[in-house]
């Protein structure tokens, strides 16, 4: 069956870094494009960053441009975030996605506070 399993969430003080990994099973990973979402508590859940399938081409919300970077490696059937220069308006609960096919996984807590 079809599994997205994220880690690498956990609390972080402001400015520090944090490298989430979501490993894929079940569908051919390749194929798709993957995503990162994330939702804040009493808020809409948000697009952070696209991966897409072929030549990695990528897009990221304008509020983490420059700080975050997606990545993925097919060969692992993995898609990471690089998240550095962490901000407290950055806690959220982060949850990759093959949106297209709408596959989801469960969602890791991130948490930036001093």
């Known amino acids: 069956q079809v599994q997205l399993v994220e880690s690498g969430g956990g609390l972080v003080q402001p400015g520090g870094s944090l490298r989430l990994s979501c490993a894929a099973s079940?569908?051919?990973?390749?194929?798709?494009?993957m995503s990162w979402y994330r939702q804040a508590p009493g808020k809409a859940r948000e697009l952070v960053a696209i991966?897409?399938?072929?030549?990695?081409?990528?897009t990221y919300a304008d509020s983490v441009k420059g700080r975050f970077t997606i990545s993925r490696d097919n060969a692992k059937n993995t898609v990471y975030l690089q998240m550095n220069s962490l901000k407290p308006e950055d806690t959220a609960v982060y949850y990759c996605?093959?949106?297209?096919?709408?596959?989801w996984g469960q969602g890791t807590q991130v948490t930036v506070s001093s």
């Open positions: 991966i897409r399938r072929a030549g990695g081409s990528t």
């Open positions: 996605a093959a949106f297209t096919a709408g596959y």
């Open positions: 079940g569908f051919t990973f390749s194929s798709y494009a």
